[in-house]
C-alpha cells in the first residue's frame, strides 16, 4: 500500500483561526478522502478530492468550512478554517486509485487538531 | 447516511481469553473490512472480506462475511496486551463505487 505522510501530526489552535493540512502520498492516486474523527468517535468522510475538479463533500460538510486542493496526484491539502472548539478532532486522508474497485482503503497518522 | 451496528461498544477482558465482536446493517454490503486504531495513530487495515461466507485469519485474528452480506464478525483468540485499541468495521454498499461506511468501534482493554 502507498506511504501516506500527514502534516502537522498535531497543533493547537485557537478560535477563529484557520489550519491546513497537507497529504503527501509516495505514488500517483485518483482519489483522496478526507475523513474527521471526532474525540470517541468513528470515520466520518468529509469529502472526496480528484485532481483537476471540485471536491465532492458529504451531507453536513460545506467548501467554504472545509476547502480542499489537489494540484496533482501525490499530494492534497484540507484546510479548517474559521475553528471552532468543535472542530477538535483527528482528519485523515486516505488515497484511492480508480479501478481498484472496493479495495481496502489505508491511512496515515492523521492531523490532531484542538482548538481552544 | 447508511449505518453500521457495532458491538459490543466496549470489552474489558483477561490476557488469554477470546474476544468476539461484530457489525450488522440493515443494507447489503459488498466488501467488509476490519481496522484498528492505537492511540495517536490512524485505522490500520487488518483484514478485508470480499465474498459473503468468507473466513480469513490474520495470525490470531479471525474474521467472517456473513452469508446475508449485512454481517460480519471478528474473532481475537488468546488475547495479548498488545491487542488494546480500538477496532472498527467498515463496510462498501452493494450499490456501486459508494465511500467507505465505518462502525462505531470496539474499545477493548486486555488485563494483565
Known amino acids: 500500500s502507498a506511504v501516506i505522510s500527514q502534516k502537522p501530526s498535531r497543533d493547537i489552535c485557537q478560535r477563529g483561526t484557520s489550519l491546513t493540512i497537507q497529504c503527501q502520498v509516495d505514488?500517483?492516486?485518483?482519489?483522496m478522502f478526507w475523513y474527521r474523527q471526532q474525540p470517541g468517535q468513528s470515520l466520518t468522510l468529509i469529502a472526496t478530492?480528484?485532481?483537476?475538479?471540485?471536491?465532492?463533500?458529504e451531507s453536513g460538510f460545506v467548501i467554504d468550512k472545509f476547502p480542499i486542493s489537489r494540484p496533482n496526484l501525490t499530494f492534497s491539502t484540507l484546510t479548517v478554517s474559521n475553528m471552532s472548539p468543535e472542530d477538535s478532532s483527528i482528519y485523515l486522508c486516505?488515497?484511492?486509485?480508480?479501478?481498484?474497485?472496493?479495495?481496502?482503503?489505508?491511512f496515515g497518522n492523521g492531523t490532531r487538531l484542538t482548538v481552544t | 447516511g447508511q449505518q453500521l451496528n457495532q458491538s459490543p461498544q466496549s470489552m474489558f477482558i483477561q490476557e488469554g481469553e477470546d474476544v468476539s465482536m461484530n457489525c450488522t446493517s440493515s443494507?447489503?454490503?459488498?466488501?467488509w473490512l476490519w481496522y484498528k486504531q492505537d492511540p495517536g495513530e490512524g485505522p490500520v487495515l487488518l483484514i478485508a472480506?470480499?465474498?459473503?461466507?468468507e473466513l480469513t485469519s490474520n495470525g490470531r485474528l479471525t474474521a467472517q462475511f456473513g452469508i446475508t452480506r449485512k454481517d460480519s464478525f471478528l474473532n481475537i483468540s488468546a488475547s495479548i496486551p498488545s491487542d488494546v485499541g480500538i477496532y472498527f468495521c467498515a463496510g462498501h454498499l452493494l450499490s456501486g463505487n459508494t465511500p467507505l461506511v465505518f462502525g462505531k468501534g470496539t474499545r477493548l482493554s486486555v488485563i494483565a
Open positions: 443494507s447489503i454490503f459488498n466488501t
Open positions: 472480506l470480499y465474498k459473503a461466507g
Open positions: 486516505s488515497p484511492k486509485t480508480c479501478g481498484q474497485g472496493n479495495s481496502p482503503l489505508h
Open positions: 505514488s500517483q492516486v485518483t482519489m
Open positions: 478530492a480528484n485532481q483537476g475538479s471540485e471536491a465532492t463533500y
